[in-house]
Each structure stands twice: as structure tokens, then as C-alpha cells.
């Protein structure tokens, strides 16, 4: 499990979440995204 740093409402359909994820922070590159369910 990744730990939730904060969470944002954008708008009434998106949230913005800051996730500690170390390893996967290391491995993205610009423009990726990840799928979180």
C-alpha cells in the first residue's frame, strides 16, 4: 500500500493525489501517468 501525502478536488469528477511511492517515482518519465485502483 502507498501512503496518501494529500488529496485535492479539482473539479466535481477529478481529485489530485500526492502518493509516496518511492519506487515508482523513480521509474517514471515525463508525460507517464499510473492507474491506481
Known amino acids: 500500500m502507498f501512503k496518501?501525502?494529500?488529496k485535492k478536488r479539482l473539479n466535481k469528477e477529478s481529485v489530485e493525489l500526492d502518493i509516496e511511492a518511492p519506487l515508482i517515482a523513480k521509474k517514471a518519465r515525463p508525460g507517464q501517468f499510473v492507474i491506481f485502483r
Do not use: A, G, Q, T
Request: no cysteine; glycine share 0%.
Open 4 to 6: 496518501i501525502v494529500s
